[in-house]
């Protein structure tokens, strides 16, 4: 991991272009690439056209990652398993509804919340500030899962162009957020989208079908994406009807 004083340090107007040498070209090497004081939504903007997202505890700098290699999901190599599928149906039978971009100022502070083996969360109030900002904007949204009138679960993400970038998901009820996510997938083949960025690899986003990438293939993708047509969010929204259809 670079140094504290090796990072470059980002200043409100200065491109996430100029970072390019910064990039890992090592999969033993992980760590921020850049650091900066505070940031807006250009900045954030400028920094997912890049392949860069930020990444940070509380009382740190934030700090501006781009990992290789880097962790993707297929929309055609999601794996729904039969014991979500079977959830997924009786929830259905129990009046489940999915929604999108109705309450995303909830679903972010959802995603805020600690979970029980975290002391703290990134999703600082600056970072929620200026998510929230994006949204206003139509670069973010969220995808919400109720129970019984009750936010069971949900996720938001960044999109630009067709590329989705995912940030990050939350469950009150066991599997909400898979749910979210499998309702995601299922709109998104369905309008146009081919591919998620998860950012880091883990085991849990290997059991959902998420594989990783070579950064610069990443890179080279999502600037593809990005400069096809936006995707639909305001006029086709969620609905659990997706579901419905793919029981």
């Not at 954030?44 to 700090?63: C, K, M, N, T, V």
């Not at 929620?128 to 900002?133: A, G």
Request: aromatic share 8%.
């Amino acid at each position: 991991m670079k140094s504290a004083q090796s990072l470059a340090w980002i200043k409100p107007g200065i491109s996430f272009s100029s970072l390019k040498d910064n990039f890992y070209d090592s999969e033993t090497d992980r760590g921020p690439i850049a650091a900066s004081q505070s940031l807006n939504m250009a900045m954030l903007l400028d920094a997912y056209r890049e392949g860069i997202f930020p990444w940070s505890a509380a009382f740190q700098p934030i700090l501006w990652w781009s990992p290789n290699p880097r962790m993707i999901l297929r929309c055609d190599e999601f794996k729904q398993s039969r014991s979500l599928g079977k959830r997924i149906r009786g929830d259905l039978n129990q009046g489940l509804k999915i929604t999108s971009d109705t309450v995303f100022d909830k679903v972010i502070a959802a995603c805020s919340e600690p979970r029980s083996n975290q002391d703290g969360t990134w999703i600082t109030p600056q970072i929620m500030k200026t998510y929230c900002e994006l949204h206003n904007n139509g670069f973010a949204h969220s995808v919400e899962v109720w129970g019984n009138g009750d936010l069971i679960g949900g996720l938001y993400l960044v999109s630009i162009g067709a590329m989705v970038f995912g940030e990050s998901m939350f469950s009150k009820r066991t599997d909400a957020s898979k749910i979210a996510l499998n309702a995601l997938v299922i709109w998104l083949k369905n309008n146009g989208g081919h591919m998620i960025d998860c950012q880091q690899e883990t085991r849990h986003l290997s059991n959902l079908g998420g594989r990783a990438i070579v950064a610069s293939d990443f890179r080279r993708i999502s600037k593809n994406l990005m400069q096809s047509q936006s995707l639909p969010w305001k006029n086709n929204p969620l609905s659990e009807k997706l579901l419905k259809i793919s029981k």
